[in-house]
């Protein structure tokens, strides 16, 4: 059984920077990609970023791509995104999430297995 464990949410003022951390278990970590996704109140999941199976593709979502670094380490079978340059509007809750392939893909139905969520909220 896949699971996903997020942490490192927290509250930040805005300009300063976060980093939040899925840790995977229940099969080979390595083989598939990952990706973050966000939702703030009354509004619709929303891609952030994904990387691929080795690391070597990622894609960002055009509103953190500069300030946002998605990572992962196979060895502690652990990805992680690296958020700077925070914004009040980053503030959501942030899903990790895993695919059954190696592409790093933007669509969340593209994603089978989910975590239950890291809240990052930033102050203005």
């Known amino acids: 059984q896949v699971q996903l464990v997020e942490s490192g949410g927290g509250l930040v003022q805005a300009g300063g920077s976060l980093r939040i951390s899925c840790a995977a278990s229940g099969r080979t970590f390595s083989n598939f990609a990952m990706g973050w996704f966000r939702q703030a109140p009354g509004k619709d999941r929303e891609f952030v970023a994904a990387?691929?199976?080795?690391?070597?593709?990622?894609n960002y979502a055009d509103s953190v791509k500069g300030r946002f670094t998605i990572s992962r380490d196979n060895a502690k079978n652990t990805v992680y995104l690296q958020m700077n340059s925070l914004k009040p509007e980053d503030t959501a809750v942030y899903y990790c999430?895993?695919?059954?392939?190696?592409?790093?893909?933007?669509?969340?139905?593209?994603?089978?297995?989910w975590g239950q969520g890291t809240q990052v909220t930033v102050s203005s």
């Open positions: 990387i691929s199976w080795s690391g070597t593709s990622t």
């Open positions: 999430a895993s695919r059954d392939g190696g592409l790093a893909m933007i669509r969340p139905l593209a994603y089978a297995y």
